[in-house]
């Protein structure tokens, strides 16, 4: 339980973290080379390939201070799946460049 109550306090701190950041939506124009580089690299399954929902997480992460993994992909699932088809294109043209 107390585990819970830790997670649901970090999902309330990043998602407080996000409104007052720069905002996700649309997509930024360019690809920083550090999340190029990310995903340029071979994990042993071969070829990574990078999604617009894992480019989406991944801009999460850059742009907030730490957080555990659950409550990324707690608020990142939440956003995706909120944002419109126009805002997640910007995403997944951005993963044709790098892919």
Same mark, same amino acid.
């Given at each position: 339980?107390? @585990?819970?109550?830790?997670?649901?306090?970090?999902?309330?701190?990043? *998602?407080?973290?996000?409104?007052?950041?720069?905002?996700?939506?649309?997509?930024? %124009?360019? @690809?920083?080379?550090?999340?190029?580089?990310?995903?340029?690299?071979?994990?042993?399954? &071969?070829?990574?390939?990078?999604? &617009?929902?894992?480019?989406?997480?991944?801009?999460?992460?850059?742009?907030?201070?730490?957080? *555990?993994?659950?409550?990324?992909?707690?608020?990142?699932?939440?956003?995706?799946?909120?944002? *419109?088809?126009?805002?997640?294109?910007?995403?997944? %043209?951005?993963?044709?460049? @790098?892919?």
């Amino acid at each position: 339980m107390n @585990i819970n109550i830790n997670i649901n306090e970090d999902v309330d701190a990043l *998602s407080q973290e996000i409104a007052n950041g720069p905002p996700l939506f649309p997509a930024p %124009n360019t @690809i920083p080379r550090v999340i190029t580089a990310r995903f340029r690299q071979k994990c042993s399954r &071969g070829e990574r390939r990078i999604t &617009g929902y894992g480019l989406f997480k991944l801009f999460i992460i850059f742009q907030t201070s730490a957080h *555990s993994k659950m409550a990324v992909n707690k608020v990142a699932g939440d956003l995706w799946k909120n944002a *419109s088809r126009d805002n997640k294109e910007g995403y997944i %043209n951005l993963c044709s460049q @790098i892919n």
